[in-house]
């Protein structure tokens, strides 16, 4: 079985359990590193990003509490220790499986597969972004994880009412999108109620609308803007799974940048350092299964290689795809 068969299989059994888990009492807890929506009733575990945002928003109150002389220690203490355990499980399951989260397990990436298998059915051409464009647009996602700190952390501090505190979640693409595969269509709507729920709701549907045309005819477009990414990209030092380069070994072939869903040129261009982990890397290792050269690009897992690019798997794995 080839790696991108094996990751195929991998990312629909992680798209049943994170979707329909909770009809079999699977619960994953609430530190899961992709967006695994928690506004589907049913999934198996919820986006940390959630919870994160849950957590930002009382952080800092016990603390204030504190020092208006209506607070104790131990709520201090409490508030970031709930804080602590749940960002420490995120923390671990991140180092363990650094960005396979995205490109093997998220729910929402499987679905922009999806989109893109349809594109490519229907014949349509892939949209394309300049280098100098596509960084522009993937330096959003840190300006997304910056927002969901700081609107969580102003109704800690009172500045802002608790209907800020999912801020990102309330215009995040996944809320009205995956709960449609457990028949749930209420999220599809605008919210007339002239609060900022009516707000949030009218910049989801057009958040929404311009995702999915990107997400249709661009390849893991969301990804580029994904905060849950720029979050996971915070311990990218500390990863255990990740692509490695031997320089030396590079033939210049360029199949690696061909086979990136994501259109990083960094595994091609590196020439000196072996950590050819991009910054908008999926995790997919679509470049280390497609390179021709012989050890050129590896999978590795702490000092353990788990696989290793051949001319010999390359030319077989070409030889399978249809012209």
């Known amino acids: 079985m080839t790696i991108k068969r094996f990751r195929l299989v991998t990312q629909h059994l992680a798209f049943a359990v994170l979707t329909y888990g909770g009809h079999f009492k699977i619960s994953l807890g609430s530190a899961i590193p992709c967006l695994s929506c928690p506004f589907i009733g049913s999934c198996g575990g919820g986006c940390y990003l959630m919870a ?25 203490w409490q508030t970031f220790s709930y804080f602590l355990s749940g960002f420490g499980i995120f923390v671990i399951v991140v180092i363990l499986f650094g960005k396979s989260w995205c490109g093997w397990l998220c ?23 300049s280098n100098r464009h596509k960084r522009v647009v993937s330096k959003l996602k840190y300006v997304l994880l910056a927002y969901l700190i700081a609107m969580p952390v102003m109704v800690s501090l009172g500045w802002l009412p608790r209907d800020f505190v999912l801020a990102f979640c ?30 949030f709701s009218i910049l989801l549907m057009i958040i929404t609308g311009g995702m999915v045309a990107g997400m ?30 031997e320089p030396e070994a590079c033939q210049g072939c360029g199949n690696c940048r061909r086979g990136c869903c994501m259109d990083n040129e960094t595994s091609y261009r590196e020439r000196i350092k072996p950590n050819v982990y991009d910054p908008d890397c ?42």
């Open 282 to 323: 999926s995790g997919c290792f679509n470049c280390a299964e497609s390179c021709a050269s012989d050890g050129s690009l590896a999978v590795k897992f702490g000092p353990f290689k788990i696989f290793s690019s051949s001319r010999r798997y390359a030319a077989k794995l070409f030889a399978k795809v249809k012209p």
């Open 216 to 245: 249709f005819f661009k390849e893991r477009f969301f990804c580029l803007l994904c905060p849950m990414m720029a979050l996971i990209n915070l311990l990218k030092p500390f990863y255990l799974l990740k692509v490695v380069k």
């Open 52 to 76: 994160f945002q849950r957590a930002m928003s009382w952080l800092f109150l016990p603390l204030f509490q504190l020092i208006d002389g209506a607070g104790s220690w131990e709520q201090v």
């Open 107 to 129: 729910p929402f990436g499987l679905l922009q597969d999806w989109m893109t298998r349809l594109r490519q059915a229907l014949k349509l051409r892939e949209a394309e972004l």
């Open 170 to 199: 309330n215009i995040c693409p996944a809320k009205p999108l995956m709960p449609i595969f457990v028949g749930d269509f209420h999220h599809l709507g605008i919210t007339a109620n002239g609060d900022a729920r009516s707000i």
